[in-house]
């Protein structure tokens, strides 16, 4: 069982920059995949940052990639959204989401969800 807060959202102006935290709870953390995923008002939930649950392998969405990284600190039961150059369409709540195994693309294959962060980027 892994329970997921996240937190740093907020309003920034486009060009800015936020960093997102994801806290999970359990001695099983570094055992996990995360993943953070968006979700603006009306649209499907989107992929947008994975990584493996050693930190080695990560990936990007294209709509991010270059200006999002994201990161973990086992040692910490963290995980991190570094987000960079923001614009107007990255506007949307962000989760976090953890599941055993290899990474993934699909929210589906996600076990564990966080409650979400607000980002609201102005233009």
């Known amino acids: 069982q892994v329970q997921l807060v996240e937190s740093g959202g907020g309003l920034v102006q486009a060009g800015g920059s936020l960093k997102l935290s994801c806290a999970a709870s359990g001695r099983t953390f570094s055992t996990y995949a995360m993943g953070w995923f968006r979700q603006a008002p009306g649209k499907e939930r989107e992929f947008v940052a994975a990584i493996s649950w050693s930190g080695g392998i990560s990936y990007h969405a294209d709509s991010v990639k270059g200006r999002f990284t994201i990161s973990r600190d086992n040692a910490k039961n963290m995980v991190y959204l570094q987000m960079n150059s923001l614009k107007p369409e990255d506007t949307a709540v962000y989760y976090c989401?953890?599941?055993?195994?290899?990474?993934?693309?699909?929210?589906?294959?996600?076990?564990?969800w966080g409650q979400g962060t607000q980002v609201t980027v102005s233009s």
């Open positions: 989401a953890a599941r055993g195994g290899t990474y993934s693309l699909r929210p589906y294959a996600y076990d564990y």
